[in-house]
């Protein structure tokens, strides 16, 4: 059963206008991590933002935050101020487990983003 | 910060060969290393998790007779794709975790591989 959805296959933005891209996750463990991956067309995985499940504030990187709403299971990332470097896919990722290196990662289907001039 | 090496970057190669891909941590020792496969418009399919020292875990679906793992030190992990065929033509991209207690995984630049 897929364990990350993102509903948006594709999105489009204006440059310098904040957009936010949708992800939902199912999990029974209590321990968990959240990521967001961006992927440009070159293919390289760009870690963007990271979210603990015991976080009690929603993370932030710069131009990048992360609504976290535990109970509903979502974890939302928002870029700010879009700038045609942004236009890339973006995948929601979690990890399962107690926080070893062992722990797997398992990605969502990704969306495209593109941010227009 | 943590960096990833993975070559070759791209491969073609005939149909029956066998193929290599290497990912190495290049600043940090990795007791883990995960391998991702993607196909063109789709998302990273976890194919397995190599351990240094033992025998890697594959992912349900995964032919391990034919996706070959070797994690022979901490900072490098090999993938051969034995006698390849153009359905295993794909994106390949390694990845491992810098410290026991961290929670980014870091990523190869991903090894692309063209099957004829």
């Known amino acids: 059963a897929q364990k990350i959805t993102q509903t948006q296959p594709g999105m489009f933005v204006q440059e310098k206008e904040a957009v936010t891209l949708d992800c939902t996750y199912d999990t029974s463990d209590q321990s968990y991590g959240l990521f967001w991956y961006k992927q440009p067309s070159s293919g390289e995985m760009i870690f963007l933002i990271y979210?603990?499940?015991?976080?009690?504030q929603n993370a932030t990187e710069g131009r990048y935050s992360l609504n976290f709403q535990k109970a509903r299971k979502s974890a939302n990332l928002v870029i700010s101020a879009s700038q045609l470097g942004d236009s890339a896919m973006y995948f929601c990722a979690m990890r399962e487990g107690r926080g070893t290196s062992y722990d797997k990662v398992i990605f969502g289907p990704g969306t495209s983003l593109s941010v227009i001039p | 910060g943590a960096v990833v090496s993975q070559h070759p970057s791209r491969v073609i190669c005939k149909s029956g060969t066998s193929v290599k891909i290497e990912c190495r941590s290049l600043d940090f020792q990795a007791t883990t290393m995960f391998w991702y496969r993607q196909f063109p418009k789709q998302s990273l399919m976890l194919m397995a998790t190599?351990?240094?020292?033992?025998?890697?875990?594959?992912e349900q679906g995964v032919e391990k007779d034919k996706f070959l793992i070797n994690h022979a030190s901490l900072t490098l992990s090999t993938l051969t794709v034995t006698s390849a065929h153009p359905e295993d033509s794909s994106f390949y991209i390694c990845?491992?975790?810098?410290?026991?207690?961290?929670?980014?995984?870091?990523f190869g630049a991903g090894s692309r591989l063209t099957v004829l």
């Open positions: 990845s491992a975790r810098e410290g026991l207690g961290a929670n980014v995984l870091t």
């Open positions: 190599s351990n240094e020292g033992s025998k890697a875990t594959y």
């Open positions: 979210q603990g499940s015991y976080d009690e």
